[in-house]
């Protein structure tokens, strides 16, 4: 599990925004003038989305899904903003219970916001708190249903707990949003041909 941990804790955390700047900038659909500020950024991400899913190029693939991290990180508050860097410090630091604390706050304070509820799932996956990790994985997904981050994060407890076939679905699902993800191209891969080899 542990090579599936490096690669999905990196998933889960948040990218360089600079990474999310990178290549060439993605056409958009021309925003309405009576559209909310909410409304502009679905649109942004389900073009965001679109574009993910065409694209072939492992590394282009890779700038969108970085820009689409840019977008989920962006809760609308100041002080959300300001207490998931917090987290993401005190995560660095492996401060877990300083990360705990900022994450609780920040999932009261704005239950809407599915990254708040992936950081902290992304918490409880590093303290080997599957049971915790998975319900606020659930909820994150809940929220956003395409979260490929979430997604990965469940395919590796899946995985760790030994519930291959749930586990490859899992992963399954990452590749409908995210074809070009390698590791989870691979993951589903090995668990296909463990599979097949039990069942033969």
Do not use: C
């Not at 668990?191 to 097949?196: F, G, M, P, V, Y």
Request: no cysteine; hydrophobic share 45%; proline share 3%.
């Amino acid at each position: 599990m542990r090579n599936v941990y490096a690669v999905f804790i990196a998933i889960f955390l948040v990218l360089s925004p600079a990474m999310a700047q990178e290549g060439a900038p993605l056409q958009q659909k021309a925003a309405l003038p009576n559209q909310t500020l909410a409304q502009k950024r679905a649109t942004r991400l389900d073009d965001l989305f679109a574009s993910l899913k065409r694209e072939s190029n492992e590394v282009k693939a890779a700038r969108i899904a970085a820009q689409i991290q840019a977008q989920w990180q962006n809760s609308g508050s100041a002080t959300v903003d300001l207490m998931m860097g917090w987290s993401a410090k005190a995560m660095e630091d492996k401060k877990y219970s300083v990360a705990l604390d900022f994450l609780d706050q920040v999932v009261v304070m704005k239950p809407d916001y599915a990254e708040g509820w992936n950081r902290r799932a992304t918490l409880n996956f590093m303290m080997n708190d599957y049971g915790r990790s998975m319900a606020d994985i659930q909820k994150t997904l809940a929220l956003e249903p395409r979260h490929f981050g979430a997604m990965a994060g469940m395919a590796a407890i899946l995985k760790d707990t030994g519930r291959k076939e749930a586990a490859l679905q899992a992963f399954e699902r990452v590749l409908t949003v995210y074809p070009m993800l390698r590791e989870a191209q691979k993951q589903a891969g090995e668990l296909a041909d463990e599979l097949t080899g039990q069942r033969t």
